[in-house]
C-alpha cells in the first residue's frame, strides 16, 4: 500500500515548517511551551525521508524517555510507512548499549557484559563496603553512595570532592568513600558489568579512543535529531559532538526557559553555547503556543523576562481571551488549603473534572498542610511521587520515637526505631523486645538501662541520644510537645543518619522540620499522633486506588514539567519558599528559580490560581511573616486579578 504524500504546508503553522525543512548543517530548534515540539520532530523525520530521500537507517533519534521514543516513531510510522522501522531511536543509554554491545572489546569489555540493574549496584556496593569492614563506623549507606558516583559520573565531576561537599560537618571519613568507590570501579570490571551510568560513560569513552569507530558511525548517521537538549549532562552533550562531527547535520529541539534539572546533572549551558560551537547554526523559534489563553501567556512572558542569559521570545496565543491569572491572598496554610478546596468545589460544579485540576509546589514538604485538609474534606487526591506525607520513610523514622513514648506497648514503632541503629537486624530487635516482656517504657530509668545491656556497641551512640530525651521527657515536659522531642532526636542522631541513609537527605530534612513546626498546634503527643491515624485512615477510605484518574492533582513542578491541566494552583509564592532559600544560595540559582516558576505557568491551560500566605506556623508557638515571592513582585499588578481571603491584607 502506497503511503500518501504529506502536505507539510497544510499540517505545520509556519514556525513548525521552516523548522521542519531547515537546511543542512547544525539546527537548533528553540520550542517554547505548548508550541508542538514533538510534533515539528516527528515531521522533520518524515521531511527527510520523503522529501530528502534520506533512508531512516541513516536516522539517529536521541530522546530522553523509551516512551517518547516509542510514540514519535509510532507517529512517524503513521506518517511515512514501516520504512521508517529501521531508524535508530532511543535514549542515550539504549543507543550507547546499543553501540557497546558491538565495540565493547576495544575498552576492556567482553560484548555481553551484564548490565547492572539498581538492586544489582546496591548489593555489589554493599559487598564492596563489607570486604573494607566498614560496617561498624558512620558510614553511608549504597544508596547514598550510588547518588555520587553517578553525579560524579554525568557530570565529569571530580568523586572525591562531592563526597567532601555532601559529607562536610559530618563524621564520615571521605578517604573511605573513595576506598568504597575505587572498589566498586574494580569489581565491575572483574565481573564483566556496566551499571547505567558506564554505559555513557563508556559509550564516549569509546568514541573518544577509536577515530576509525567515530568516523565509522559519522558515517552511518546521516542526520542526528536530539530531543529536550536543554536536559543534556556533559556526557551526553559530548557524545552527540563526536556522533555529528563539528560538519555533520544535527538538529537539536528544546526551550533553555525550561532548563529546570541542574540538581540531577542537566547543564544549561549546553543549549546556550550551541551556536557558539556550531559556527553557522540556524536557529528557528516556536512560539505560537496552542495550549493555554493569553492571559496566561501573558503572566508567562513577563516572568521569564528577568533572566538575561537566554534566547529571547515572546509565546503567542492562538485562544481566545478568558481571565486573567488569579493572584490569592490569605493569612497561613491551612487557610490557603480550604480556600483551594472551595474553588476546587465550585469549579468542579462547573463541570471541571477533578483530574483536570492540579496544585503545584515548588518543594514536597509544602504539601503538607494541603494533603491534611483535603483529607478532612474527603476529596481524592493523587500526589504524583506517589507517597503521601505521613507515609514517607522519613516521616515514620522520626515518629517511631513519639509512638513508644506515648504507648510502650507499640512493637512496631520499638522495631522501627531500633532497626535504625547500626548492627540491629529484625532478629536481634524481637530478642530485645521479648527480653524486655514485650513492653517498653522508655520514662523508665531501669528499662533504659535494660535496653543498653542488648545493643551492640555500634549502636550505643544512637541509643544515647534516645536516653538523653526519655530521660528529660517529665523534667522538660516532653509529652506535652512533640515537636521538641523530634527536634532533639534529629540533633543528636536522626540528621547524621538520614545524610548516610538517602540520596535526598537535605529534602527529607526539610520534611521533618515542617512536621516539628505542624506539631506546635497539638497540646500533646497523643493528640499529634491520635490526629496522624485518624489523617491517615481517612485517606485509605477517601483513595483506595480504585479510581485514581478521577482525583485532584498534587505534584511538584519538576515532576509536572511535560503536563498540562485546565486549572493549576501555585501554593507558597513567598519568598524563601518559591524561589527556595537553598536554590537562592547557589550559582545561577535565582535564575533556575525563575525558570521552575515559568514551567507551573505553563502548565495551566485556562485558568491559574497564585496562592501567598502571610504567615507560616512555628514551633514555638510563634509565626514567620512572609513576604511575597520576588516573581510575584517582578509582575504588573495588570497582569493579575487579586483576591483577599481574610482582612489579614
Excluded at 490569592?328 to 483530574?355: F, K, N, S, W
Excluded at 531500633?418 to 530487635?429: F, I, N, S
Excluded at 485558568?607 to 507560616?616: A, F, G, K
Aim: aromatic content about 10%.
Amino acid at each position: 500500500m502506497a503511503v500518501p504524500v504529506i502536505d507539510f504546508e497544510r499540517a505545520l503553522n509556519q514556525e513548525q515548517l521552516q523548522a521542519v525543512q531547515a537546511p543542512d548543517g547544525p539546527v537548533l530548534v528553540i520550542a517554547a511551551a505548548g508550541t508542538g515540539k514533538t510534533r515539528t520532530l516527528i515531521y522533520r523525520v518524515a521531511w527527510l525521508a520523503q522529501q530528502r530521500h534520506i533512508d531512516p537507517q541513516n536516522i539517529l533519534l536521541l530522546t530522553f524517555t523509551n516512551r517518547a521514543a516509542n510514540e514519535m516513531l509510532e507517529r512517524a510510522r503513521d506518517l511515512v510507512g514501516d520504512s521508517v522501522s529501521g531508524m535508530w531511536g532511543g535514549t542515550f543509554h539504549h543507543m550507547a548499549n546499543r553501540i557497546l554491545r558491538r565495540h565493547a572489546t576495544l575498552i576492556g569489555y567482553g560484548n555481553d557484559y551484564t548490565i547492572l540493574d539498581q538492586d544489582d549496584a546496591r548489593s555489589l556496593t554493599k559487598t564492596c563496603v563489607q570486604e573494607l569492614k566498614l560496617t561498624d563506623k558512620h558510614f553511608p549507606k549504597p544508596d547514598v553512595l550510588l547518588s555520587i558516583f553517578s553525579l560524579a559520573a554525568n557530570t565529569q565531576r571530580n568523586p572525591e570532592a562531592l563526597a567532601a561537599s555532601r559529607f562536610a560537618h559530618t563524621e564520615v571519613d571521605v578517604g573511605d568513600i573513595m576506598s568504597v568507590y575505587n572498589a566498586y570501579q574494580q569489581r565491575k570490571r572483574d565481573l564483566n558489568a556496566m551499571d547505567f551510568d558506564d554505559l555513557l560513560v563508556n559509550g564516549l569513552r569509546l568514541f573518544v579512543e577509536h577515530e576509525d569507530l567515530r568516523e565509522h558511525y559519522r558515517e552511518r548517521f546521516v542526520h542526528t535529531l536530539v530531543d529536550e537538549y536543554q536536559d543534556t549532562n556533559t556526557i551526553q552533550a559530548a557524545w552527540v559532538d563526536l556522533v555529528a562531527g563539528p560538519e555533520g547535520n544535527l538538529l537539536v529541539v528544546g526551550d533553555d526557559f525550561q532548563s529546570i534539572y541542574s540538581w540531577r546533572g542537566a547543564d544549561f549551558r549546553n543549549i546556550i553555547s550551541f551556536p557558539d560551537r556550531y559556527p553557522g547554526t540556524h536557529i528557528y523559534k516556536l512560539v505560537t503556543n496552542y495550549r493555554s489563553v493569553p492571559e496566561i501567556l501573558g503572566m508567562a512572558n513577563a516572568c521569564i523576562a528577568g533572566n538575561k542569559d537566554q534566547f529571547q521570545k515572546t509565546l503567542k496565543a492562538v485562544r481566545e481571551p478568558y481571565q486573567r491569572p488569579v493572584l490569592a491572598r490569605m493569612r497561613d496554610g491551612r487557610e490557603q488549603a480550604q480556600y483551594i478546596i472551595e474553588q476546587v468545589g465550585e469549579l468542579h460544579r462547573q463541570g471541571y473534572d477533578m483530574r483536570d485540576m492540579v496544585v503545584l509546589y515548588r518543594s514536597h514538604f509544602h504539601a503538607l498542610e494541603m494533603q491534611l485538609e483535603l483529607s478532612r474534606s474527603s476529596i481524592p487526591y493523587v500526589i504524583t511521587s506517589g507517597v503521601r506525607f505521613f507515609e514517607q520513610a522519613h516521616i515514620k523514622d522520626v515518629t517511631a520515637l513519639l509512638r513508644v513514648l506515648q504507648n510502650p506497648a507499640d512493637e512496631l514503632a520499638f522495631q522501627r526505631l531500633l532497626g535504625m541503629w547500626p548492627r540491629l537486624g529484625a532478629k536481634t530487635t524481637l530478642k530485645i523486645w521479648n527480653f524486655l516482656g514485650r513492653r517498653c517504657d522508655l520514662r523508665k530509668e531501669a528499662t533504659r538501662q535494660r535496653v543498653a545491656e542488648k545493643i551492640p556497641a555500634a549502636a550505643r551512640e544512637a541509643w544515647n541520644a534516645v536516653d538523653l530525651i526519655a530521660s528529660d521527657v517529665e523534667k522538660d515536659g516532653l509529652m506535652q510537645d512533640p515537636g521538641e522531642v523530634v527536634h532533639r532526636f534529629c540533633k543528636g542522631f536522626y540528621e547524621q543518619y538520614a545524610k548516610e541513609t538517602f540520596d535526598n537527605a537535605d529534602r527529607r530534612m526539610e520534611d521533618i522540620n515542617e512536621l516539628i513546626d505542624y506539631t506546635s498546634r497539638f497540646p500533646s503527643i497523643e493528640a499529634f499522633l491520635n490526629e496522624v491515624a485518624l489523617l491517615t485512615n481517612l485517606d485509605a477510605e477517601a483513595n483506595p486506588g480504585d479510581e485514581p484518574d478521577h482525583a485532584l492533582r498534587l505534584s511538584t513542578v519538576h515532576q509536572a514539567k511535560g503536563l498540562e491541566w485546565r486549572v493549576v494552583f501555585v501554593i507558597w509564592m513567598a519568598q524563601g519558599m518559591f524561589p527556595s532559600a537553598r536554590s537562592l544560595e547557589e550559582l545561577d540559582g535565582d535564575a533556575e528559580e525563575r525558570r521552575l516558576f515559568y514551567v507551573a505557568v505553563t502548565r495551566a491551560k485556562d485558568e491559574l490560581y497564585l496562592c501567598l500566605p502571610s504567615v507560616r506556623r512555628q514551633r514555638d508557638g510563634g509565626v514567620q511573616f512572609l513576604k511575597p515571592s520576588c516573581f510575584i513582585e517582578e509582575l504588573s499588578p495588570d497582569l493579575m486579578s487579586n483576591v483577599k481571603r481574610t482582612s489579614w491584607y
